[in-house]
Structures are given as structure tokens and as C-alpha cells.
């Protein structure tokens, strides 16, 4: 039997209610049309025999460890990721390329009839029988809020050989945070009632994460996975980084909302290998981590292809609905480097905001 288990439930149900293989059907104990699990995206985590006792899993072992003191202890290792990361981005950008007030130098061009004589780099003008001004890039400071989903399904993954989505998360809002902060960038943390308010001292990257660990030590029924959309000022700019399991319907009422604001939203899509291939043999108890009812599979490796295209399907649905609303949606893995999802963010990011691109 597999020793680590999971599944989205409303995508395993939704099989079954399409006509599921026979002998890939739930027995009576994980019955196939589970309200709660249609209302709910959450994942199923932990795996047991069929007598019902626990097997010696890595899920059951993980999940053991997802208190908010054991992010606290991994939010350090996290921030120096992401300041690392945040470096290699910006030695890499470019500015805007345009004159305007900043610190950054741009170029040299002629001084006009009339020019202050206080523009005049005179410097620069001995070397020639002009005179030139030295010019500086443009910077625009704005607000970009961020939301990283810290619901029970966030705090799982198939294998300890990668990370929990919710550390993957993390990494990436913080990663993102810091190149913003770098570039001049103001940057507030997004919590279910409001702009956060982080506690004092500390850099402000730091500060952020303290803030991410004051989340994930409130109650579970206090960390929505979609963030509200009423406490946003009007044109700001929000990150999402979610798995985003949750019904469809909420999904695209959340996204309504946001662009009613209007608010440009960046979503990250945050997902384990395994919610993609669904990669487990013979018969598999799942057991929900947001409330569902478990369902009890006796051949799962039938429903490997279907489920792949149905997962693709979704996928392709929220990518649709992303779009229809004006936001962007960038998929990451948890066992691929964040620099491949940073990337194409920090261009979507830099077409918004003074980041440069």
C-alpha cells in the first residue's frame, strides 16, 4: 500500500459522478457524493490500512509539524532564501528607461536654452563645448499588497524529499516582497480583516514574516484560502499565492469582485506533484485536512488519466477566469525552484508598478 495519500476531493468525486471505473469505486464508508466535500477544496492527507489503523506515513509525520511554532523556526531559513533571490533579480533588471525623479543614473543629454544652472553637471560639460544635465530614471513608488493562502491544505506535501506548498508560498511572497522593497516599492501584508499591522523592529522583510507567523498561529476557520476584496484601496495592485482549492464558484466571485474595484491581481497557483498525477497504487483511504469526509478507494491507479484531465481541465478554467477579469495567473510546483515562477511574476509585476522589467 502507498505510504503517502491525498487527493482534492471535489476532483476525485467529480470522477465518480462522470462514471469512475467500477473497480475504482468508493466503498460505502467514503461514499461518492459528499456535500461537504463539494464545498470545499481541501485536501485529503492522511493515509490508513484498510482496518482502519494508521500506517507509518510521511503525511501522518508531517502534518505533525505544521504548528505556528514550527514555521516560526523555518520562517528564518525562508527570509534568507528570499533575500538571496530577491538579489539575483535585481542585478539582473532593468530600470525604466526614462527620465524622471529617482537616484538612478540614466544618461546625459543637452542642457536647453534657459536650463537652471543648478541641472548643469559641469563635470561632464568640461569634456565638451556643451553643456549636458544629468539625468536619473523615473521612480514611482506604489502599494502592492500580498495575500499567501495559510488554510490547512497549504500545509501538506506528498513527499519529504519537497517542501509544503505552504513554504513554498511563503518563499515566493517574500521573494517577491523583497525585490519590491529593493526597487522602492511599499509593500503590506493582506490578512482576511485588512492591511496587516507587523510588528515593530526588524527589517521589513522580517517584519512581513513575523506578520506570516502571527497568521498561521490564529484559528483555523481564520485563514480563508481567498483574501477580501471590500478592505482594498481602488486601483491597487495585490499578489495571490493560493493553491486555490477551493470551488470554482468562489474562485471566480472573489476575482468579480476584485476587478469591480478594481484591483490588478497577480495569482500564483501553488501545487505538490502528486495533486497533479495522483501517483499511488491499490487501495487508498483518504482522509480530508479541511473537514471532509474520507473516501476509501480499492484500485486508485484506474483513475490516474482521468484524473490528470480533469485536473488540466481545471486548471485551465482558473487560468480562463483569470483572464476574463483583467488579473494573471502563474503556475509553480513544489519541487522546482522558485526562480522559474519568479520570473514571468517580476515581469507581470514590472508592467504594473516602478519595478523595472
Known amino acids: 500500500m502507498a505510504r503517502s495519500a491525498f487527493s482534492p476531493s471535489g476532483l476525485l468525486r467529480r470522477l465518480f459522478a462522470q462514471g469512475a471505473p467500477s473497480d475504482a469505486r468508493p466503498s460505502a464508508r467514503g461514499g461518492a457524493n459528499g456535500s461537504a466535500a463539494d464545498s470545499s477544496g481541501g485536501l485529503f492527507g492522511a493515509l490508513r490500512t484498510r482496518t482502519g489503523q494508521p500506517v507509518s506515513s510521511p503525511i501522518l509525520a508531517t502534518n505533525s509539524t505544521n504548528t505556528a511554532s514550527a514555521l516560526a523556526a523555518r520562517l528564518p531559513g525562508l527570509v534568507l ?14 530600470g525604466q528607461r526614462r527620465a524622471g525623479g529617482g537616484e538612478t543614473f540614466w544618461q546625459y543629454r ?27 530614471e523615473a521612480e514611482s513608488a506604489q502599494t502592492v499588497f500580498i495575500w499567501c493562502d495559510l488554510s490547512p491544505s497549504m500545509a501538506w506535501r506528498s513527499s519529504p524529499s519537497v517542501p509544503e506548498k505552504q513554504d513554498s508560498a511563503i518563499l515566493i511572497a517574500l521573494a ?8 522602492g516599492e511599499r509593500v503590506q501584508l493582506l490578512t482576511p480583516t485588512g492591511p496587516a499591522i507587523l510588528p515593530p523592529g526588524g527589517s ?32 491597487a495592485q495585490l499578489l ?25 491581481t497577480h495569482l500564483v497557483q501553488v501545487t505538490d506533484p ?20 474520507e473516501i476509501d478507494l480499492p484500485n486508485v491507479q484506474s483513475l490516474q488519466q ?8 481545471r486548471n485551465a478554467q482558473l487560468a480562463a477566469l483569470a483572464t476574463r477579469y483583467g ?9 522546482a525552484p522558485p526562480m522559474p515562477t519568479l520570473l514571468p511574476l517580476h515581469a507581470l509585476l514590472s508592467g504594473q508598478s516602478g519595478m523595472g522589467s
Open 204 to 235: 521589513p522583510l522580517e517584519r512581513l514574516a513575523l506578520g506570516l507567523a502571527q497568521l498561521a498561529s490564529t484559528p483555523e476557520a481564520k485563514r480563508p484560502a481567498l483574501p477580501p476584496s471590500a478592505v482594498l484601496p481602488r486601483y
Open 306 to 313: 482521468d484524473y490528470e484531465h480533469l485536473v488540466e481541465a
Open 327 to 335: 488579473h494573471d495567473l502563474v503556475l509553480h510546483s513544489t519541487e
Open 274 to 293: 502528486a495533486e497533479r498525477t495522483l501517483p499511488y497504487q491499490g487501495r487508498v483511504r483518504f482522509e480530508g485536512l479541511e473537514g471532509e469526509p
Open 110 to 136: 543637452q542642457a536647453l536654452p534657459g536650463e537652471p544652472a543648478s541641472h548643469i553637471d559641469w563635470r561632464q560639460s568640461a569634456r565638451s563645448t556643451h553643456a549636458y544635465v544629468r539625468e536619473t
Open 176 to 183: 517577491t516582497a523583497a525585490l519590491l522593497l529593493r526597487n
Open 240 to 264: 495571490v499565492v493560493s493553491d486555490f482549492l477551493c470551488a470554482e464558484d468562489a474562485f471566480q466571485t472573489c476575482l468579480h469582485h476584485l476587478a469591480g474595484r478594481p484591483v490588478r
Open 81 to 94: 532564501q528570499a533575500d538571496h533571490i530577491a538579489a539575483t533579480l535585481f542585478a539582473g533588471q532593468h
